[in-house]
């Protein structure tokens, strides 16, 4: 969180991840859980008289809760963290992860673009499976509730098969399966496939050495 005081008597507060401006803080805090992604834009204090959505819970606490100890939580900082320059009052992103293109044979030659490397290795496997007929990454979006919010959901990949089965993949890292948002998102998403007859699935990089394992053995 950045706090920038423009004017003595009016204090400004400014989003980490997209530099929206708020006058409020529990707006701002409403703003970040609302708009932007857990585990990828920000995380949680585990505090739950905090809950204060941050990038990095270990500098969190040494801010904030200085006499706390810092319980065991399943990801301490955010994937994708942004910092807002007093100066331009612009957004500079800092990646942990690659991004790029990554152009389909079969789909036609067109170009998706790849926010991990986790997500180019799930490309190139599905470029090589001969059941597969073709895929479409973030296909549609939908629509989930939780703590109190309405949000949208794009999930990863639509693979369609020759057979005519139909599969809606999400390619996670395995330690963001407990997420309490991302368990919310796939719930939703789980009941709005089986009203579709599309089988729904959570990949993480077990499942990725699962897929090469059967594709080198065919």
Not at 60 to 69: C, M
Not at 107 to 123: A, C, D, Q, T, W
Not at 164 to 183: S, T
């Amino acid at each position: 969180m950045a706090f920038i005081n423009l004017n003595k008597n009016i204090p400004k507060y400014i989003c980490f991840v997209c530099s929206e401006e708020y006058l409020d803080y529990e707006e701002m805090k409403k703003h970040i859980i609302e708009s932007h992604d857990l585990g990828r834009d920000y995380v949680l204090c585990p505090l739950k008289r905090c809950s204060c959505p941050v990038r990095d819970i270990r500098s969190h606490f040494k801010a904030k809760h200085p006499q706390e100890i810092l319980p065991k939580c399943e990801q301490y900082k955010a994937t994708v963290w942004r910092d807002v320059c007093k100066k331009t009052n612009k957004v500079k992103v800092k990646k942990k992860f690659k991004e790029g293109h990554y152009i389909s044979k079969k789909n036609n030659n067109e170009k998706y673009f790849y926010r991990s490397g986790l997500e180019l290795e799930f490309y190139v496997v599905l470029e090589k499976m001969p059941e597969v007929l073709k895929y479409k990454p973030e296909p549609f979006q939908i629509e989930y509730f939780f703590e109190g919010f309405t949000h949208n959901y794009i999930p990863d990949i639509l693979v369609e098969y020759v057979n005519g089965k139909r599969e809606l993949w999400e390619i996670k890292p395995k330690h963001q399966i407990n997420l309490p948002k991302n368990q919310a998102k796939w719930s939703y998403a789980n009941n709005y496939c089986k009203n579709r007859n599309i089988e729904f699935i959570v990949y993480t990089e077990n499942g990725l050495k699962e897929l090469k394992r059967k594709f080198n053995h065919l």
